[in-house]
T-cell receptor, first 113, second 113 residues
Framework: GESVGLHLPTLSVQEGDNSIINCAYS??????FIWYKQESGKGPQFIID?????DKRQGQRVTVLLNKTVKHLSLQIAATQPGDSAVYFC????????????FGTGTQLKVEL | NAGVTQTPKFQVLKTGQSMTLQCAQD?????MYWYRQDPGMGLRLIYY???????DKGEVPNGYNVSRLNKREFSLRLESAAPSQTSVYFC????????????FGPGTRLTVT
């Protein structure tokens, strides 16, 4: 079946460096993508979203890039801070399936001091 | 606003026992969701309610029932708990059926022995 997956299960970066978290999706009909951050012991928290009519969207210190040709999504975090340590999930919508989301398995981001 | 609240935070059950997980949101959202999260896996949708008075099965509904008590509350019931239902359960809500951004509660950690 269709699925959303991540290339790297764990990513370690030095404080102050930029982080890039990748996600591959397989449903070419998906037209909405979202990134969530989940800190230990907490529920997922919205970071940023992007629709398929865009290639790039920027937020505060975060940028999401969408490459529909290769069905790839990435989350870039600038000047990574210790507070960015968390698991990051991408999710895609299910066109024709209401407003449900399909989540990827997550990437653990570890920020080293 | 408290956002999405869940009770209890932790629960231990014996196989065959029943229990209800409670969820409430104060954002006047129409849609609500129940997910389970297992180690190394993304969030999997159990049931959802697109609007008050409606409920639908998600990806993994077996062994669960839900009740959309009113617009604010959406409960998840385990009639006869099994060890395979050991997981962290998250409730979420979104504004309406055209909105994909979901707001999550803090989760309930359930252990079935």
């Amino acid at each position: 079946g269709e699925s959303v997956g991540l290339h790297l299960p764990t990513l370690s970066v030095q404080e102050g460096d930029n982080s890039i978290i990748n996600c591959a999706y397989s449903n070419s009909a998906s037209d909405y993508f979202i990134w969530y951050k989940q800190e230990s012991g907490k529920g997922p928290q919205f970071i940023i979203d992007i629709r398929s009519n865009m290639d790039k969207r920027q937020g505060q210190r975060v940028t999401v890039l969408l490459n529909k040709t290769v069905k790839h999504l990435s989350l870039q975090i600038a000047a990574t801070q210790p507070g960015d340590s968390a698991v990051y999930f991408c999710a895609e919508n299910n066109p024709g399936g209401g407003n449900k989301l399909t989540f990827g398995t997550g990437t653990q981001l570890k920020v080293e001091l | 606003n408290a956002g999405v609240t869940q009770t209890p935070k932790f629960q231990v059950l014996k196989t065959g026992q029943s229990m209800t997980l409670q969820c409430a949101q104060d954002m006047n959202h129409n849609s609500m969701y129940w997910y389970r999260q297992d180690p190394g896996m993304g969030l999997r949708l159990i049931y959802y309610s697109a609007s008050e008075g409606t409920t639908d099965k998600g990806e993994v509904p077996n062994g669960y029932n839900v009740s959309r008590l009113n617009k604010r509350e959406f409960s998840l019931r385990l009639e006869s708990a099994a060890p395979s239902q050991t997981s962290v359960y998250f409730c979420a809500s979104s504004e309406d059926s055209s909105s994909y951004e979901q707001y999550f509660g803090p989760g309930t950690r359930l252990t079935v022995t």
